[in-house]
C-alpha cells in the first residue's frame, strides 16, 4: 500500500538517530568545519556517528559531511553538535559578530583571494 | 616527530545567487579546487521542513540542489561557495545561506535581468554585501555597467562587473571586488561604532 512507512524512509528515521531533536547546541552553520579530536567512541554508537567520525579525520564543514555521507543536514548538525559537546569533534571558528574582528577576517580573505 | 593535531580551519561563506541557468554553478565551478558538490536539496527541505511546522515535509521530487565549492587559503581559512537555490521554492534556505556570509555575488543575464531582482531586493532587504556579476555569454557584451545599473537601480555603492562565467581569472576578480566592498563595509562600520578615524 502506498501507506506503507517503508516506502518513506525519509521522513522519521533521521530525527529517530538524533532522539527527535532538529538543533544541536551550537546551531551551526553550514559552512562551520569540524575536525576529530578524539576517535574512540563508546561501544554502540550509531554508524552515521561513526561515519562522521571517521571522515573528518580531514576537517570538512557540516554541508559537505552531509552531502559526503547523504545524510540530512539538520541531523548532521545535532550529531556533530552532540560529539563536539562531549569533545569527539572540535569545531573552526565561523564569522564573528564583533566588526574588528570581522575586519581582520576579511583583510585575511582579501589577501588570499588576490593571490589565488 | 611532527605529530600535531589537525585543526579547524575557520569558515566563511559567499553565496552565489541568480536567476535559473545563469551561470552559479559555472561561477562556482571555475574557482572552486573541488569539483562542485551538491547536496540533494530535497533532503534539506524534508530536514528543514520538520523543523519549521508550517512547511510541510513533502518528499520533494525535485533534483534541485544546493551547489557548492571550496576554496582553502591556509590550514586555517576555507571560504565555501554556494549556489542559492531558487527562492521561490527554496526560500526557508536563503536566511539559513546569509548567516554570517561575507556577502554576495548576484549574477546578471541582461537578455532576462528581472530574474536578478529577488536575489537584489533579498540581498537588500537583508543588508547583506553584494556585487552584481554581468555573466558575458559567449563573450557578448550587450550592455554597459551603467545602462544595467539604472535598468537594476542599486545604490551606487554597489559595484557592478562584466564578467565571464567560465574564466577562473574572471571570477577570481569578481570575488575579489565583492570581498573588499564587504571590507569596506565593515570598515566604515567599525569606525561608526568606535566614533573615530580607522586605526592606521
Known amino acids: 500500500m502506498s501507506d506503507d512507512p517503508l516506502r518513506t524512509p525519509g521522513l522519521t528515521r533521521p530525527y529517530v538517530l538524533t532522539g527527535g531533536r532538529t538543533r544541536g547546541a551550537a546551531d551551526l552553520p553550514l559552512e562551520a568545519v569540524v575536525v576529530t579530536e578524539r576517535a574512540t567512541l563508546p561501544i554502540g554508537a550509531a554508524p552515521e556517528v561513526v561515519a562522521i567520525v571517521a571522515l573528518c579525520r580531514a576537517p570538512y564543514s557540516i554541508v559537505e559531511i552531509a552531502t559526503h555521507l547523504r545524510l540530512h543536514l539538520g541531523v548532521v548538525r545535532v550529531l556533530v553538535g552532540d560529539l563536539t559537546d562531549q569533545g569527539v569533534l572540535a569545531v573552526g571558528v565561523t564569522a564573528s559578530s564583533r566588526l574588528d574582528e570581522r575586519v581582520h577576517l576579511l583583510e585575511r580573505l582579501l589577501e588570499g583571494v588576490r593571490a589565488l | 616527530m611532527p605529530s ?84 521561490d521554492r527554496f526560500a526557508f534556505m536563503w536566511d539559513e545561506l546569509a548567516r554570517g556570509a561575507v556577502g554576495a555575488i548576484v549574477i546578471a543575464d541582461t537578455r532576462r535581468l528581472a530574474d ?39 545604490d551606487d555603492d554597489v559595484p557592478i562587473e562584466l564578467f565571464d562565467a567560465r574564466a577562473r581569472s574572471s571570477v577570481k576578480d569578481l570575488l575579489a571586488v565583492l570581498v573588499e566592498h564587504a571590507l569596506g563595509r565593515a570598515r566604515t562600520e567599525l569606525v561608526a561604532a568606535t566614533g573615530g578615524p580607522p586605526p592606521a
Do not use: W
Request: aromatic share 8%.
Open chain 2, 4 to 87: 600535531e593535531r589537525v585543526r579547524a580551519p575557520l569558515a566563511l561563506k559567499i553565496l552565489v545567487a541568480g536567476g535559473f541557468g545563469v551561470g552559479k554553478t559555472t561561477t562556482v565551478g571555475s574557482i572552486s579546487e573541488i569539483e562542485p558538490l551538491s547536496t540533494d536539496a530535497a533532503m534539506t527541505e524534508v530536514a528543514e521542513g520538520i523543523d519549521a511546522a508550517e512547511l510541510t515535509p513533502h518528499k520533494s521530487e525535485t533534483t534541485a540542489a544546493l551547489d557548492f565549492g571550496r576554496i582553502t587559503f591556509a590550514d586555517d581559512l576555507v571560504l565555501y561557495l554556494f549556489g542559492t537555490p531558487g527562492q
Open chain 2, 116 to 154: 536578478s531582482f529577488p536575489a537584489l531586493d533579498y540581498f537588500e532587504q537583508r543588508d547583506v554585501p553584494f556585487v552584481v556579476g554581468i555573466n558575458c555569454f559567449d563573450g557578448i557584451r550587450l550592455h554597459t555597467s551603467a545602462q544595467v545599473r539604472e535598468a537594476v537601480s542599486v
